[in-house]
């Protein structure tokens, strides 16, 4: 184990925080069973007391003994997709305590793949709370240099795993009233869920339990921005009088300030997208205008991000 692990190990044990990578996006980490320690992680984050939080475990078999209730499903996804971007919601067993449910009868259970993340829950021996460390409702951390610039000495150490590979959070699949249904897309697709479990995933519903990143308005630059339909983007871009900010799939427009251009594939796009939404944020414009997505199950969590930044 190296010095820093074990340094993030105990600081977590004396109930201070720790930003830490996922494969999905930077995590803010506390001590999921000490009310605290997780009144610590709201404080820091400003996140809203009823709004929960996903807890991260080194295997399935620690997740689930925070549930009281594993029905089959969710042991076939987690057979399948953990380590990895998929976080299940679950009947919460007396383990999981009202400070991390926001109140729910429900709990977030993920494994995270990233090694420095499984390094760090083996070193600590417990379960992780960890939204993603930024301010509430901002855009995603995908790199140390990311938390340290939203979160200052608000956290006590950063470890360093690099750019987050995924680059959006995971996809949240709730299990808790029987049938499947999607709250959060992500990386893994409504498809590949259906593909394994073999039966459809329903649509989130008004009852569905509260989650991570389940606000109209999320992961959103302070630079105003809009979803604009790529048949639309030349004529909004003749329009405007300000300095205007792009994200895009095609090459540079000249009457425009600051162009980034995407890959035109999901994985390589959602990698991306949190650093483009930070510098296009810092070009010095008065809007940014970001080119949407294809409409197909790939570009889903991609798409559900882009909602609700221009929001």
């Not at 992680?41 to 009823?50: E, G, I, Q, T």
């Not at 991260?56 to 089959?72: K, L």
């Not at 976080?87 to 709990?107: E, N, P, W, Y």
């Not at 409702?137 to 360093?160: K, M, Q």
Request: proline share 9%; charged share 25%.
């Amino acid at each position: 184990m190296s010095p820093e692990i074990q340094r993030a190990a105990e600081i977590l044990k004396r109930g201070g925080l720790v930003g830490f990578p996922t494969e999905t996006v930077y995590g803010l980490g506390a001590d999921a069973s000490s009310r605290e320690a997780v009144a610590r992680l709201y404080a820091a984050k400003r996140r809203p007391a009823d709004h929960p939080v996903i807890v991260h475990f080194a295997d399935a078999e620690s997740a689930f003994s925070w549930a009281r209730d594993v029905p089959d499903s969710a042991r076939k996804l987690a057979a399948k997709f953990w380590p990895g971007p998929l976080t299940l919601i679950l009947k919460r067993s007396a383990k999981a305590g009202d400070f991390v449910t926001g109140g729910q009868d429900t709990i977030g259970l993920r494994v995270p793949a990233h090694p420095v993340a499984q390094a760090l829950l083996r070193a600590f021996g417990g379960g992780i709370a960890a939204p993603s460390a930024n301010r509430f409702g901002a855009v995603s951390p995908t790199t140390a240099a990311h938390v340290r610039a939203d979160l200052g000495e608000d956290v006590a150490l950063v470890l360093d795993g690099g750019p987050s590979e995924v680059g959006i959070e995971s996809t949240i699949v709730d299990l808790s009233g029987g049938a499947p249904v999607l709250l959060r897309p992500g990386r893994i697709t409504r498809p590949e869920l259906e593909q394994v479990l073999g039966t459809p995933v329903s649509e989130r519903r008004a009852d569905s339990p509260r989650h991570s990143g389940g606000l109209e308005r999320h992961y959103a630059p302070k630079t105003p921005a809009r979803l604009v339909p790529p048949h639309e983007l030349d004529r909004e871009i003749a329009r405007l009088k300000d300095k205007v900010a792009v994200l895009a799939f095609s090459r540079p427009d000249e009457r425009v300030e600051y162009w980034l251009r995407l890959p035109r594939e999901p994985v390589g796009y959602a990698q991306r997208l949190y650093a483009a939404l930070r510098e296009l944020d810092g070009a010095g414009c008065e809007s940014i205008l970001i080119e949407a997505p294809p409409e197909t199950p790939e570009w889903a969590g991609v798409r559900d991000r882009l909602v609700r930044a221009t929001t």
